[in-house]
């Protein structure tokens, strides 16, 4: 098993489809990129960065987001994020992330993620009333 270490980094991307769109998702009225679909492709960056590290039966999950949703992109461009691992505090994971359309930056921010054992953790999820 390779070592998590401070500094991972990784890529992803999307096409902006009417189904991403702040209008398809409720999140606003326009055909443009949804602040909830880029903060989704984010936490994909961050989760697919750290899947390697972990051990068998581990994953992660989203705790926290600080993103700012900067500029609007429109259907059928493409959104990039990268992500880097900025802490390492125990079992919660610190990333920075960035979203960029053709035009430039249309997002950033700090996400944490924290490890956990996902039979336990799926098991107290099911356990609640």
């Known amino acids: 098993m390779m070592e998590l270490k401070v500094g991972l980094t990784n890529e992803v991307s999307e096409e ?43 994953g992660t999950v989203g705790i926290a987001v600080n993103i700012r949703h900067v500029s609007a992109t429109v259907e059928g461009r493409k959104v990039r994020v990268c992500s880097e691992l900025k802490a390492i505090d125990g079992r919660k994971l610190t990333f920075s992330v960035t979203a960029y359309d053709e035009a430039g930056v249309i997002g950033e921010g700090e996400h944490e993620r924290f490890v956990i054992d996902s039979a336990r953790f799926m098991e ?6």
Not at 22 to 48: D, F, H, K, Q, R
């Open 16 to 58: 902006v489809t009417h189904n991403r769109t702040a209008e398809s998702m409720g999140s606003g009225l326009l055909p443009v990129y949804a602040t909830p679909a880029m903060i989704a492709l984010m936490e994909n960056c961050c989760c697919y960065s750290v899947a390697p590290y972990l051990e068998p039966g581990q």
């Open 124 to 129: 107290k999820a099911k356990g609640k009333s």
